[in-house]
């Protein structure tokens, strides 16, 4: 999510303190290519991961490049 210029935090919401301690790991993860690739596989960049109605206000851009 840091990757994409339009996110500038995200929140994490653990019930419990194991699943805090399991997302610490991702703080350190490197985005690769092949990750891009995968994300493109299944949500093509510039498009909603759901369909409906996007706000022109706040248009949709590829999370890298």
Not at 14 to 18: E, K, Q, S, V
Not at 20 to 25: C, N
Not at 36 to 39: M, P
């Given at each position: 999510m840091l990757a994409n210029s339009a996110v500038?935090?995200?929140i994490a919401g653990?019930?419990?303190?194991?699943q805090?301690?399991?997302?610490?790991?991702a703080i350190d993860y490197t985005w690769t290519d092949e990750d891009?690739?995968?994300?493109d596989s299944l949500v093509p960049r510039g498009h909603p991961s759901t369909p409906g109605y996007t706000d022109p206000a706040y248009p949709l851009r590829p999370r890298r490049g």
């Open positions: 500038s935090s995200i653990p019930r419990t303190l194991a805090w301690q399991s997302y610490l790991p891009e690739a995968l994300v």
